[in-house]
T-cell receptor, first 115, second 115 residues
């Protein structure tokens, strides 16, 4: 069964601090990995893709550990505007071979940055 | 600018009604998805489609059907609405590259209430 697990939080973090989330996935056939951000009452939007070598985008760093089947997101120098729900997303190709990207979402980690 | 448009932001329907949720994307994407999002359960995939007239069941297809007659349009159908189908419904689309794993763009969501 496809499954993506995240700590739901909430994580209450002071402004300027560093915060890290982990996400584990159960299907070793998972091929692609992403972090999405969802603000309250809004649709999810891509924050960053996660590559095997790890990748960084400004204050955000994502890492993938295929052996242990987890991905992580690190946010440095957190801002009030970082308050949101962060969704871990895993892509597993459809068994039918049609090639569709079957995105599976974790339930999200709720982050609250406090002034 | 990429755009996924859902026909309604809010919808109230009666138990037993047949309900159509429409989604249109203007990015010429092959893949389209329907999710529902509920508190504590996260986003769950209902159906997806990787080509015109093609469809795949997601994790929770029961009580739903879909239609993809044109590439840009993906419809979700509730054959006989029930109160447990009260939820936020999110449509998404993505490209279909050979290697898999591209960004999914979401519509703004339709909050459906079945009374």
């Amino acid at each position: 069964r496809k499954e993506v697990e995240q700590d739901p939080g909430p994580f209450n973090v002071p402004e300027g601090a560093t915060v890290a989330f982990n996400c584990t996935y159960s299907n070793s056939a998972s091929q692609s990995f992403f972090w999405y951000r969802q603000d309250c009452r809004k649709e999810p939007k891509l924050l960053m893709s996660v590559y095997s070598s790890g990748n960084e985008d400004g204050r955000f760093t994502a890492q993938l550990n295929r052996a242990s089947q987890y991905i992580s997101l690190l946010i440095r120098d957190s801002k009030l505007s970082d308050s949101a729900t962060y969704l871990c997303v895993v892509n597993i190709r459809a068994e039918s071979g049609g090639g569709a990207d079957g995105l599976t979402f974790g339930k999200g980690t709720h982050l609250i940055i406090q002034p | 600018d990429v755009k996924v448009t859902q026909s309604s932001r809010y919808l109230v329907k009666r138990t037993g009604e047949k309900v159509f949720l429409e989604c249109v994307q203007d990015m010429d994407h092959e893949n389209m998805f329907w999710y529902r999002q509920d508190p504590g359960l996260g986003l769950r995939l209902i159906y997806f489609s990787y080509d015109v007239k093609m469809k795949e069941k997601g994790d929770i297809p029961e009580g739903y059907s879909v239609s993809r007659e044109k590439k840009e349009r993906f419809s979700l159908i509730l054959e006989s609405a029930s109160t447990n189908q009260t939820s936020m419904y999110l449509c998404a689309s993505s490209l279909q590259p050979a290697g898999g794993g591209t960004e999914a763009f979401f519509g703004q969501g339709t909050r459906l209430t079945v009374v």
